[in-house]
Nanobody, 124 residues
Framework: QVQLAESGGGLVQAGGSLRLSCAVS????????MGWFRQAPGKEREFVAA????????LFADSVKGRFTISEDIARNTVNLQMNSLKPEDTAVYYC?????????????????WGQGTQVTVSS
């Protein structure tokens, strides 16, 4: 069984930064892809970013390109999402997910495991 645990959410003013972390336990993911998704109240879940453990290739949603970065710490089995220049529209619950596909993918249906989520609130 795989467990994903997000941390690092909180309240920040517009223009500020937050760093989310996803701790992976139960299995190593050397050939998997890890993704971040978010869901705002009343909206559908949307893709944010993804990274492949194997070749470090990344993928970003257009709405966060240039502001968010995704990285992995293999020694700690964690995936991090650095969020800079935050906007009120970034407010959402952010979810970490793991996919058995070797390349980063956008579709949530391609992910096999999900965390419980962490709240990010950006005030204007």
């Amino acid at each position: 069984q795989v467990q994903l645990a997000e941390s690092g959410g909180g309240l920040v003013q517009a223009g500020g930064s937050l760093r989310l972390s996803c701790a992976v336990s139960g299995r190593t993911f050397s050939s998997y892809a890890m993704g971040w998704f978010r869901q705002a109240p009343g909206k559908e879940r949307e893709f944010v970013a993804a990274i492949s453990w194997s070749d470090l290739s990344t993928l970003f949603a257009d709405s966060v390109k240039g502001r968010f970065t995704i990285s992995e710490d293999i020694a700690r089995n964690t995936v991090n999402l650095q969020m800079n220049s935050l906007k009120p529209e970034d407010t959402a619950v952010y979810y970490c997910a793991a996919s058995s596909r070797k390349i980063p993918v956008v579709a949530g249906t391609q992910y096999d495991y999900w965390g419980q989520g962490t709240q990010v609130t950006v005030s204007s």
